[in-house]
Every structure is written in C-alpha cells, then in structure tokens.
C-alpha cells in the first residue's frame, strides 16, 4: 500500500545551521508529494510540493526534490530560524484504486531552533 | 478568501455527551476531509466527500462517529455518545480538485477534551 517514512524526532538545532528531514515513500504509479508544516498550536499549511519526478518544491527557504529512483523527498534548508520550530509532515496523494484523493502522511518531525 | 473555517475552536465536554463540530470549506472547493490529531496516532483520515457525497469513511473509528455535509459550503463531524478517547485535535481541509489542483488546506482544528 501507499505510506511515507519519516526520520523520527526531534530534531534540535541552532540557528543558521542546515536542515535536512528525511522522508521516503512506498506507493504503486506516480503520486505527488507535500511538505507541510505545523505551528504550535495551528493547522498544517502547505509548505511545498513536487508532482513528478525530479520537481524541486521551495518555498521560505525551504526545497525539497522528487527523487523516484530513491522513492525519497528529503525536506532541506540551509539556514534555520527560530521561527522555523514547527513539526514538519511528508505527504504524498494516494494512488491506485481506493486511495484516490486520500492525502498519506508520515508521523511528522518536531524541529526546535535554539538562538 | 477566510480559509477554512471550524467551530468551536475549543470543547470541554463530559463523557456521554454529544459533541458536534462544524467545518465551511473555502468556497468553491469541491471536495471536504475530517482528519483527527493525536500524539499517539498522529493524524488520521476519518472520512472525506467529493461533491457532498461521501467517498471513504474507513477511518471513522466506530458508530459512534458521523458525518454529513447537506451542502458544498458547511459540514459536521458528530460524536455521540462522546467518550475520554475521543480527545483530540480535529481537522477539516477542503480541496477544489485533483490533478495540480490537489493541494488541501486545513482549517485551524477543534480541540476537543472529554472528561
């Protein structure tokens, strides 16, 4: 079936430094795939996508590419701020029969920016 | 446009009562999903409507949970009897289609204490 791997958190680190979260996906044909994220206390906004392979998402600093050949869509940013402390949710759009329109997230990925 | 909207955005209720939380889509969005948010099962798809017909309601845990959505502007998540587990943050998004127009967009969430 379809599902998204993410690496587990939390994620620590201080300001300006590079971020990369890992996420890896499982699903049969083309899906696309999400980044979104969650403020403390907030719903999830989109942060970025990717609907074919190779794609680059980017958005507020952050990229994220489609890379079909290692089912992966590994979030990076090369500068963090404090106001990045958030959980981040790799997604991806359900494909095949009864999956159609579903969105399949992974756990999600608590980072925290210290100054 | 006002983004998702969900109401209340807090609920305190006892166990046994019923509880009902309301959604309204962005306008012209055809397509409505009620996830729930827990630290323990992360978020999870209850059901979701194409065109106010719902699609799949595979993830609504027990027959206690119900959901309608009378018109394209307004839906209602329904728990009745309500009970301690059922405390959670929940979410509706809508979409406007598939394809490139795939993206949901989530409301701010009702969060829900059973006592």
């Known amino acids: 079936g379809n599902s998204v791997t993410q690496m587990e958190g939390p994620v620590t680190l201080s300001e300006e430094a590079f971020l990369t979260i890992n996420c890896t996906y499982t699903?049969?044909?083309?899906?696309?795939l999400f980044w979104y994220v969650q403020y403390p206390g907030e719903g999830l906004q989109l942060l970025l996508k990717?609907?074919?392979?190779?794609d680059k998402g980017s958005n507020k600093g952050f990229e994220a590419t489609y890379r079909k050949e290692t089912t992966s869509f590994h979030l990076e940013k090369g500068s963090v701020q404090v106001s990045d402390s958030a959980v981040y949710f790799c997604a991806l759009t359900g494909v095949g029969s009864g999956n159609t329109g579903k969105l399949i997230f992974g756990q999600g990925t608590t980072l925290q920016v210290k100054p | 446009d006002a983004g998702v909207i969900q109401s209340p955005r807090h609920e305190v209720t006892e166990m046994g009562q019923e509880v009902t939380l309301r959604c309204k889509p962005i306008?012209?969005?055809?397509?409505l999903f009620w996830y729930r948010q827990t630290m323990m099962r992360g978020l999870e798809l209850l059901i979701y409507?194409?065109?106010?017909?719902?699609?799949?309601d595979s993830g609504m845990p027990e027959d206690r949970f119900s959901a309608k959505m009378p018109n394209a502007s307004f839906s209602t998540l329904k728990i009745q009897p309500s009970e301690p587990r059922d405390s959670a943050v929940y979410f509706c998004?809508?979409?406007?289609?598939?394809?490139?127009?795939?993206?949901?967009?989530f409301g701010p969430g009702t969060r829900l204490l059973v006592l």
């Open positions: 409507f194409n065109n106010n017909v719902p699609i799949d």
């Open positions: 990717a609907t074919k392979a190779d």
């Open positions: 699903a049969t044909g083309y899906p696309s």
């Open positions: 998004a809508s979409r406007t289609g598939t394809g490139d127009q795939e993206t949901q967009y």
């Open positions: 306008s012209g969005h055809n397509s």
